[in-house]
């Protein structure tokens, strides 16, 4: 469907969800999403079905990240197909719930957008995390987003990766998009932090609202980090961190990293360098959740992509 500006025609937008409460404490997400579900005035667009929901509702009421297992793990094939029995995991039920909901993941039923509304501990700003590098709509809304909030920077981490890949909560909907905000601790509100995630969801709804009226998007480039490895703490023989991260390097997310720079300060005060063959740009550096999955940050390379042209096809 290829016309010869190369712009796609793509179905219009129909369902789009916001989700908050993936992570119980993560305070901007759960605060907005409650906030527009006692009023949505904000968040309509006209023709649109937008539906603001608490994900995690347990986690939430305990202000934890999750209660059994983090949810935004937990939507693998497997999770979502086996049978529901008593003692499964809270959020293995839930996730199956969410799917039932707003999915299934990967059918035509599925809702068109997902958004889902995270915070970090780490100086991320407003960062959107992608999964699909060929999202021409994502990538799109991104420019869009890129565009609307400049001069201030909107990163884009893309998750995309044969290997660290994981299953999200948003990953039941066509086109997913996460809102990562810090720096905010966990349990927190920081009215700069929930005001940059309301901006970006505000840019994110304009861009649907424009492309199901018609709009045409030239095709375009987007800059984006991808994702390509994790790096631990260093620990001991039982698994005791023994550095923190170097305060050369903490809060410096989407910043070159060099061969040769500073990355942990050891306790016992040595410096520990990064010793890697190229530059690479780190992001969620000392995130508060990540100490139980063994992550001290994650290492991004810059990219750039291009998207399409895009149209909404009338039907
Ligand atoms: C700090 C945090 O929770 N980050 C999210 C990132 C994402 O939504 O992809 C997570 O690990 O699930
Ligand atoms: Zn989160």
């Given at each position: 469907m290829t016309s010869c500006h190369s712009v796609v025609n793509l179905p219009e937008v129909r369902k789009v969800a916001i989700f908050g409460g993936?992570?119980?404490?993560?305070m901007s997400g759960v605060t907005l999403v409650n906030l527009w579900i006692n009023n949505g005035a904000e968040i309509q667009r006209s023709g649109l079905t937008i539906e603001p929901f608490i994900t995690n509702p347990r986690a939430v009421e305990k202000c934890t990240r999750y209660v059994d297992t983090d949810l935004n793990r937990a939507f693998t094939q497997d999770n979502l197909s086996v049978p529901r029995t008593q003692d499964l995991p809270y959020e293995v039920k839930r996730a199956q719930e969410i799917n039932q909901m707003f999915g299934p993941?990967?059918?035509?039923?599925?809702?068109?957008v997902i958004f889902d509304l995270h915070n970090t501990?780490?100086?991320?700003?407003?960062t959107i995390i992608l999964e699909?590098?060929?999202?021409h709509f994502n990538l799109q809304m991104v420019n869009f987003i890129k565009s609307a909030v400049a001069p201030a920077s909107c990163p884009v981490l893309l998750?995309?990766?044969?290997?660290?890949q994981y299953s999200t909560?948003?990953?039941?909907?066509?086109h997913p998009v996460g809102v990562e905000v810090g720096p905010q601790p966990q349990g927190v509100l920081r009215s700069n932090i929930f005001e940059s995630m309301r901006a970006t969801v505000k840019h994110a709804l304009d861009f649907i609202e424009l492309f199901n009226g018609g709009m045409e998007f030239p095709p375009c480039t987007v800059d984006v980090y991808r994702v390509s490895e994790r790096m631990d703490y260093p620990r001991d023989k039982n698994g005791?961190?023994?550095?923190?991260?170097?305060p050369n390097l903490?809060?410096?997310?989407?910043e070159p990293l060099n061969p040769?720079?500073?990355?942990f300060q050891a306790f016992d005060g040595r410096t520990i360098k990064y010793e890697g063959d190229s530059t690479v740009f780190p992001a969620f550096?000392?995130?508060?959740?990540y100490y139980e999955k063994h992550q001290a940050f994650t290492m991004t390379r810059r990219e750039t992509l291009t998207a399409n042209g895009i149209k909404a096809s009338k039907m």
């Open positions: 993936t992570h119980g404490n993560e993941k990967g059918s035509p039923d599925a809702y068109d501990t780490s100086n991320m700003g407003c699909n590098s060929k999202d998750t995309e990766h044969p290997l660290l909560t948003r990953s039941v909907g066509k005791n961190i023994t550095a923190m991260v170097h903490q809060d410096c997310d989407w040769g720079d500073p990355m550096i000392n995130e508060a959740a």
